[in-house]
């Protein structure tokens, strides 16, 4: 059975395709792990797109309830030009969220972490800095 580590190295890596294409947004990557069994992949989309979490979402569909998420970046907890992604993982029903690093923007530092927790979602986070600061 894969750790919690290696399952963020592959959010890492599905972040690193947004690399360059994603404006003044960072390149984030997530995974979303159901019964040891890997469901969603996403990363960010361009500017004003989804985020790597609801495109995560997206591809796992009604399998993310009860699972695990695996994303480098905290999960956005504000509205700016589309909703925050806490929202979205609440809506979900997922069961844990796993933190590579907290966002330093004002708007979302540890903001998310508390959102998802005070909605109870167990969340692990910013274990893996110098991993996720890799993308």
Do not use: F
């Not at 580590?5 to 395709?17: C, D, I, P, Q, T």
């Not at 997922?94 to 998310?112: E, H, L, Q, S």
């Not at 998802?116 to 979602?121: S, T």
């Amino acid at each position: 059975m894969k750790t919690d580590l290696e399952y963020m190295h592959e959010a890492v890596l599905e972040g690193r395709k947004a690399r360059g294409k994603t404006g003044t947004n960072p390149p984030v990557g997530a995974i979303i792990l159901k019964d040891g069994e890997i469901v969603g992949r996403g990363h960010t989309s361009h500017l004003g797109g989804p985020h790597a979490e609801v495109n995560a979402l997206r591809m796992a569909g009604e399998k993310a309830k009860g699972a695990t998420v695996y994303c480098t970046l905290e999960p956005c907890a504000h509205y700016g030009r589309i909703p925050p992604c806490t929202e979205a993982l609440v809506k979900a029903q997922v069961a844990r969220v796993v933190v590579g690093i907290m966002d330093p923007y004002p708007k979302v530092n540890g903001k998310g972490v508390d959102y998802l927790r005070q909605n109870g979602i167990e969340v692990r986070w910013a274990i893996w800095k110098r991993l996720s600061k890799r993308i």
